[in-house]
């Protein structure tokens, strides 16, 4: 609570609670409370926060930013975005590769905020969703395509929205953010295809139980195998492979080509630093 008594003791409580709301206020697209909570949380604590939590305030205190300059196109939010992204790259440089994903993030923001073109936005967001898928950081993947999504619709670019917000809802559902994709369903229903939406599903194949992925889960996985008793299956771009011990050696598999019909830019870099 605002007039808690910050000791030495509670610091880092206090500090959690601010945290938390933070958090729901990124993820719910609502900057202008997460600056109230920022402000907040810049006071000095008796305490030194540990890296994770320095990270995380890192992205939303940059996730902040970019929503706050555009919005009101003040300089002073993109400044903070950016020195937000420096701080981030800084945690990567020293702690370790943990959190590259959330300096990505950021850097697709910065990119947004310069008003770098469609296709090199784009390709920023690309990178930062298929790291937060490797690291394992699904929430986070979540939020990465719904601001990709949120951007292609401010450029009146449709197609590409639906396929990044459709991804969103699929990462959240996967986080089991129930509230979050009631919000996306108020929002952005439109843009929500329930076709490219679907999450991890069960089925069954008569013996055994397998996993079918969704289709565009093939920009973070080239293959994954499950195990179940003597039957392996291989995952690869949303098809299943079922490889038996029969002597015959046989497998079957399906799939498609698995491209998003991006090329390569021989001119543009997505992990160029910002100048």
């Known amino acids: 609570a605002e007039g808690t008594k910050i000791t030495k003791d509670n610091a880092l409580t206090v500090k959690a609670g601010y945290w938390g709301r933070m958090h729901l206020a990124i993820f719910f ?4 409370v997460a600056k109230t909570l920022f402000d907040r949380l810049d006071h000095r604590f008796p305490v030194e926060p540990v890296h994770q939590f320095r990270s995380t305030m890192a992205l939303y205190a940059g996730m902040m930013a970019a929503g706050l300059y555009q919005r009101t196109k003040r300089l002073k939010y ?8 420096k701080t981030s790259e800084q945690f990567c440089n020293t702690r370790g590769e943990c959190t590259r994903n959330r300096c ?20 920023a967001y690309d990178v930062a969703i298929f790291v937060s898928d490797q690291i394992g950081h699904v929430h986070e993947v979540a939020l990465a395509c719904e601001r990709c999504a949120e951007f292609l619709i401010g ?10 917000m459709s991804r969103a809802y699929a990462y959240y559902s996967r986080w089991g953010a129930v509230a979050k994709l009631d919000d996306l369903k108020q929002r952005r229903s439109k843009y929500v295809d329930r076709n490219q939406a679907q999450p991890v599903i069960p089925v069954s194949d008569g013996e055994f139980d397998v996993v079918v992925l969704p289709s565009h889960l093939h920009t973070a996985h080239n293959a994954i195998r499950l195990d179940f008793g003597g039957c392996g299956h291989t ?15 046989t497998s079957s598999s399906a799939g498609g080509s698995g ?6 830019d021989d001119n543009v870099s997505v ?3 910002i100048e």
Not at 29 to 32: D, G, L, N
Not at 155 to 164: D, L, N
Not at 259 to 264: A, F, H, M, Y
């Open 259 to 264: 491209q998003d019909g991006s090329t390569e």
């Open 29 to 32: 697209q609502k900057p202008e």
């Open 78 to 85: 993109k400044r903070l975005l950016r020195r937000m992204y």
């Open 235 to 249: 995952v690869m771009g949303g098809s299943v492979a079922v490889e038996t011990a029969a002597p015959s050696g």
């Open 104 to 123: 990505l993030i950021l850097r697709a923001e910065c990119l947004v905020a310069k008003a770098a073109g469609v296709r090199t936005v784009t390709r």
């Open 271 to 273: 992990l160029t630093d």
């Open 155 to 164: 450029m009146g670019e449709r197609r590409g929205a639906i396929t990044y």
